[in-house]
């Protein structure tokens, strides 16, 4: 009896042993989960930002019209028509602006040519260089800086149609480089193979039967929209708002015309139209000179308020006639454009909102770590949003922020003279 009871209880040790050491195991997690969260709640990792100096504008979002004293160019209906300037490139009176074809072969075969007695005009140009002075090799230096800073900024903005331009930019100066401090180049099989690619071409054969000109002088560009009469340009500062409206809707749908070779802009003024809130208006002045900048790239264009900073008391909305009288390329291209108008600026330390305290007084401060300690650093807030704030640059105050002081954006237990280890 007694040796039936023994094996009973004694029948499944392991499983005994097997539950206390799940139980052991629970409760090894729920001591590590307490442990990692008093960790945590006591020893926040600190984190930093360098404090430099940036710049920061109250701004105006709007999508502007482009307005340009401007009408297309015809070609010719005896053959192939391909233009003879550059997009952007002034033209004068009685200048050519296009060459005409018998054919698109022919017009495709001329064009080969020209560009490869061009390469074979720069490579020899290259060769007749001689060697340079310190000074010339730091301007190449500066344009090579310059270049690559282009490419890089192409770059981040997508503007991929440029990378290519700014590469051979790149190339350019790196080979006169070398030639300027006196390496030898060998061109020669380079000029020999461009040399025979243009003699394997009938250049007289393939030579334009007639031109087009024009009866006025101005910048050409090979972009038209069918737009270009869409404002009368002599009557923008008439616009209303709801004729503005609808024009930007036209605008948005345009595409490419084919029905032109091109156009020819006859005013370097031209006009940024927008429609903007009554309230947006009241911050400037006609007259006021802005910087504009373009949210589909890098570029800032310096503008005048023309018309319509001065909005009726029972306004709602106004049209803003932006005049500017810059001119480009892709200025000459430009309809429908998001813009950025900038209006007020502030330079100081840009201080994200997390690291801007305020004292039982009111004011504002922020801390630095300063050889693994903290300390306080107050300062004049010039502007502020809900995200940062800027703080004055004050160089004659010893409690300011300094530059490349490391502001604390993160920590706990923040205070003057608190030491992280």
């Not at 031209?270 to 009241?282: E, G, L, Q, R, T």
């Amino acid at each position: 009896m007694e040796n039936s009871k023994k094996e009973k209880v004694n029948k499944n040790p392991g499983k005994i042993r097997g539950d206390v050491f799940a139980i052991i195991i629970v409760l090894l997690i729920i001591a590590g989960y307490i442990f990692y969260e008093c960790y945590s709640a006591t020893h926040v990792d600190v984190e930093t930002i360098t404090a430099v100096t940036s710049t920061v504008y109250e701004t105006i979002d709007a999508k502007a019209l482009v307005v340009r004293d401007e009408h297309t160019i015809n070609g010719s209906d005896s053959g192939v028509t391909v233009a003879s300037v550059e997009n952007g490139e002034k033209v004068k009176v009685g200048g050519n602006v296009a060459m005409v074809f018998s054919s698109q072969e022919n017009a495709t075969a001329y064009s080969t040519a020209a560009d490869l007695q061009s390469q074979l005009d720069y490579y020899e140009e290259l060769e007749s260089q001689a060697s340079g002075t310190v000074a010339d090799v730091a301007q190449i230096d500066g344009d090579i800086l310059t270049d690559v800073n282009q490419y890089i900024r192409a770059l981040n903005s997508k503007s991929y149609s440029n990378l290519s331009e700014y590469s051979d930019d790149l190339n350019e100066k790196f080979i006169r480089r070398q030639l300027t401090i006196g390496e030898k180049i060998d061109f020669s099989q380079v000029k020999a193979d461009l040399q025979e690619q243009l003699d394997n071409i009938n250049v007289d054969g393939c030579s334009p039967i007639d031109y087009v000109t024009t009866d006025e002088s101005g910048i050409f560009s090979s972009y038209t929209d069918g737009l270009e009469s869409i404002v009368d340009y002599d009557k923008v500062e008439e616009l209303n708002v709801e004729t503005l409206n609808s024009c930007i809707e036209q605008a948005s749908k345009a595409q490419s015309d084919q029905n032109s070779f091109g156009k020819l802009i006859t005013s370097y003024e031209w006009y940024f139209c927008c429609v903007i809130s009554a309230d947006d208006a009241a911050q400037i002045n006609n007259g006021d000179s802005l910087n504009i900048a373009l949210k589909s790239s890098d570029e800032v264009i310096k503008c005048q308020v023309v018309s319509g900073a001065d909005p009726d008391l029972n306004q709602e909305e106004t049209v803003l006639i932006l005049r500017c009288s810059d001119m480009n390329s892709r200025i000459t291209s430009m309809r429908l454009e998001d813009i950025e108008i900038r209006y007020n600026e502030y330079t100081g330390f840009k201080i994200p909102a997390s690291a801007v305290h305020v004292d039982d007084e009111g004011n504002k401060f922020v801390y630095a770590l300063v050889s693994n300690t903290v300390e306080k650093r107050a300062g004049n807030i010039v502007y502020t949003t809900n995200d940062y704030a800027v703080f004055a640059y004050d160089a004659e105050n010893s409690d300011s922020i300094r530059f490349y002081d490391q502001i604390i954006t993160k920590g706990t237990d923040l205070h003057d003279g608190k030491v992280y280890s």
